[in-house]
């Protein structure tokens, strides 16, 4: 009931609104159309504008009402009763009166008609309009079904491009799968390919051309292939059919794979023809790489090329052991400069060398012999040449005059003329009318051996024969074993670096080499065929006569020897050094006690007292030697002897027996105060001596450490200074 009423408001409210807007319309229309002009004929033909239409509103809208219901409660006045309180129904009634509703609904059909008729009357006037969106639309609909044709052959496009994407994608991943098996492949057999190929040209290079450094390139590459062959398992236990040389066997399972088959070609030259080998390899493409796949590859690929590689390998080993040995042989030519062919000859053909010992170590064995023998005479005649010149150069004083106190003559035949020293070199020379003030003990200049001990080169003997000069002792000891020295440590890394071996392969091979030489120096018996005087020539090694300030030097430079040859590494005259060692230690004790028992046989003999006594209280010339004697083999020692302590020992001896010759001479003075002044004088002048002395301190190599501590304040010192005090109380003086 309440939409009921609701739609019988909004039909009335309407209708109200519709009348007075058709009218205004109408009068609009009017005014247009008096403006527009003519209007448009639209040949409508017969249209029945008022049709049967205008009842069935009517019944309609009475059936609205609920006019000419059948029923009571249908009925217009029951209606009218029950909705007579509503506004509509109330606004009417009000409107009307007492008037029909049937003419009210008529009134109502006339409008409606007439706001129909109007608006035909519109649509009539937009015909033309209409008739143009019709055709626009047609144009539209054309267009859109144009468009629609596209968009479907688009559709159609898209999925023709999409299968091909999907082709694309599909051939991609298959390119990319294969491009992956084939880096595989190359990573796995690139190498192995590239290696087990052996080359026509390289055949011919190995076969036919000479030993040369562009031979070595091609020995290189024949070294590359051996010891592929060589590190790889599968293919090694082939190569022991071949035994130039002894590869490590090792047993590989060996077992069947799938797969196709492809082929390659390996030329090899074999006495002037050509063969083809046929070697097998799985398709990587249809194989998976496996260890069982590599195995038949290495071992089908090694079992054809095994035979080629094992031939050129025999070739090239022939070929270099001949060209060492030829090089080998000049060596034993005379004139030849050794170290000359070492390092510009054997040197550059070193990888001859070390493919021998990759490939054929017995052979490099009797590279090594041969080295060994020829270098072992070699080296032998050097040594023997070199300790036959030094030994006409040696210096010819007597044992007597070398002793502290001579065993004849007096007081005078200590200060007659003696042979002297060059300041400079330490050479003598044979000169009468020369002098010296010095005494034979004195250290002097002949410390200037120590200097550049590890670099200046060994003395050249033609050059001072021909001057006619003499050397001391321990020139001759240095320039010997200096010759030793450097000859040592450069066979032992020309050894290292040629024969590419350890240190401890090298030591062996030049002790093999140096062992002729070393007797010469070690051993009597070989020197006498070779020097023809055993003393002389153990007079270079260990020392001549009593000279103990020549045997102090010597255990020095023997010292700094062993120090040099620690800082090279080079140990293999470790026991040679140490032999002379031991040999010099007892000859300078034995030549320090025949001093020390000539001074204690001068002191207890009268009459030798009395020859070595003259009345002059200036300082014996004894003492003097004894002073010089003292502080050579002081400043000598060093660093590198003191730690013994025997030659400490041996002057504090000797310093005894002077000091009682000292008291003895000085008994002989009738004046006490002469006497005292003698024994003062003495004193002075060893104390004297000692202090302008210093000890030689470490060797850098280079020269001779000066500035080390001064001799002053040593025991010997000590016990002259308090000597020279004593008598300096006793009444003696200036």
């Not at 009307?96 to 008729?117: F, Y």
């Not at 001057?467 to 450069?490: C, I, P």
């Not at 140490?578 to 025949?594: I, M, Q, S, T």
């Amino acid at each position: 009931e309440a939409a009921r009423e609701m739609a019988l408001a909004e039909l009335l409210g309407e209708v109200d609104r519709g009348a007075s807007d058709t009218r205004v319309s109408s009068e609009n229309g009017h005014r247009n159309n008096a403006h527009a002009g003519p209007s448009f004929d639209l040949h409508l033909g017969a249209l029945a504008i008022t049709t049967n239409a205008g009842d069935a509103d009517e019944a309609a809208f009475a059936r609205l009402l609920g006019v000419g219901a059948g029923d009571d409660e249908g009925s217009l006045d029951v209606q009218l009763v029950k909705y007579a309180d509503h506004d509509v129904v109330r606004n009417v009634m009000r409107a009307c009166g007492s008037a029909d509703l049937h003419e009210k609904a008529r009134v109502v059909t006339a409008r409606l008609k007439a706001v129909e008729l109007e608006s035909i009357q519109e649509y009539v006037a937009e015909s033309a309009n209409l008739t143009q969106l019709h055709d626009q639309i047609n144009v539209c609909d054309t267009v859109l079904g144009s468009m629609e044709l596209l968009l479907k052959e688009f559709k159609d496009d898209l999925g023709k491009i999409g299968g091909e994407i999907k082709d694309l994608q599909t051939q991609s991943n298959g390119m990319s799968v294969k491009l992956s098996n084939r880096k595989l492949a190359n990573a796995i057999l690139g190498d192995f390919v590239r290696e087990i190929t052996v080359d026509e040209t390289l055949i011919k290079h190995i076969v036919e051309d000479q030993v040369s450094e562009e031979y070595m390139k091609h020995m290189v590459k024949v070294d590359r292939k051996l010891r592929f062959v060589k590190n790889d398992p599968r293919v090694a236990a082939r190569l022991g059919r071949f035994p130039i040389t002894t590869f490590r066997l090792c047993d590989y399972p060996y077992s069947s794979c799938e797969g196709s088959v492809t082929t390659r070609r390996a030329h090899s030259r074999r006495s002037d023809t050509t063969t083809a080998y046929v070697i097998p390899i799985p398709d990587i493409h249809a194989v998976q790489p496996t260890d069982t796949f590599l195995f038949i590859v290495s071992a089908a690929a090694g079992a054809e090329i095994l035979p080629e590689l094992a031939r050129l390998r025999a070739k090239a080993a022939t070929k270099a052991r001949d060209f060492l040995l030829t090089k080998l042989h000049t060596l034993r030519q005379p004139k030849t400069n050794v170290q000359v062919i070492q390092q510009n000859v054997l040197l550059k053909y070193k990888y001859l060398v070390f493919f021998l010992k990759t490939h054929v170590p017995e052979v490099l064995v009797e590279i090594k012999q041969s080295y060994a023998e020829t270098m072992s005479s070699l080296l032998k005649f050097a040594v023997v040449g070199h300790a036959r010149s030094l030994a006409e150069l040696a210096v010819g004083v007597g044992v007597k005059n070398e002793m502290l106190v001579p065993e004849e003559g007096g007081y005078d035949v200590l200060v007659t003329k003696r042979t002297p020293i060059s300041s400079s070199s330490g050479l003598a020379t044979t000169s009468s009318s020369s002098t010296s003030s010095s005494s034979p003990f004195a250290l002097g200049r002949r410390a200037d051996v120590l200097d550049a001990l590890e670099t200046s080169p060994p003395l050249v003997t033609h050059i001072a024969q021909s001057s006619g000069t003499k050397l001391r002792h321990e020139k001759l000891f240095r320039s010997a074993h200096k010759l030793l020295v450097d000859t040592m440590t450069f066979e032992f890394l020309f050894c290292r670096e040629f024969f590419a071996c350890d240190a401890g392969d090298a030591e062996r091979l030049c002790l093999d080499m140096f062992t002729p030489a070393l007797r010469v120096m070690e051993t009597e018996n070989t020197l006498v065929s070779g020097l023809g005087s055993v003393s002389v020539a153990q007079d270079l090694i260990r020392g001549g006569g009593h000279d103990v300030v020549a045997l102090v030097l010597m255990l020095r430079i023997n010292a700094e020897h062993q120090s040099i040859m620690r800082r090279r590494n080079v140990p293999c005259l470790d026991r040679h050094l140490h032999g002379v060692e031991l040999a010099l230690w007892p000859k300078l004790k034995h030549a320090f006690d025949a001093h020390v028992a000539s001074v204690t046989r001068a002191a207890r003999d009268p009459a030798s007292v009395t020859r070595l006594w003259k009345d002059d209280v200036r300082a014996h010339p004894i003492v003097v030697r004894f002073a010089d004697l003292a502080s050579a083999m002081l400043s000598a020692t060093g660093d590198a002897l003191s730690e013994f302590g025997q030659i400490e020992l041996d002057v504090e001896r000797l310093r005894d027996a002077i000091a009682a010759l000292i008291e003895k001479l000085a008994a002989k003075f009738v004046d006490p105060k002469r006497a005292a002044l003698f024994t003062g004088n003495c004193a002075d002048k060893v104390c004297a001596t000692l202090t302008e002395a210093v000890v030689i301190g470490p060797l850098d190599g280079q020269t001779a450490a000066v500035g080390g501590n001064s001799l002053k304040g040593c025991p010997t010192y000590r016990f002259f200074d308090a000597m020279r005090d004593k008598a300096k109380r006793n009444g003696g003086n200036d």
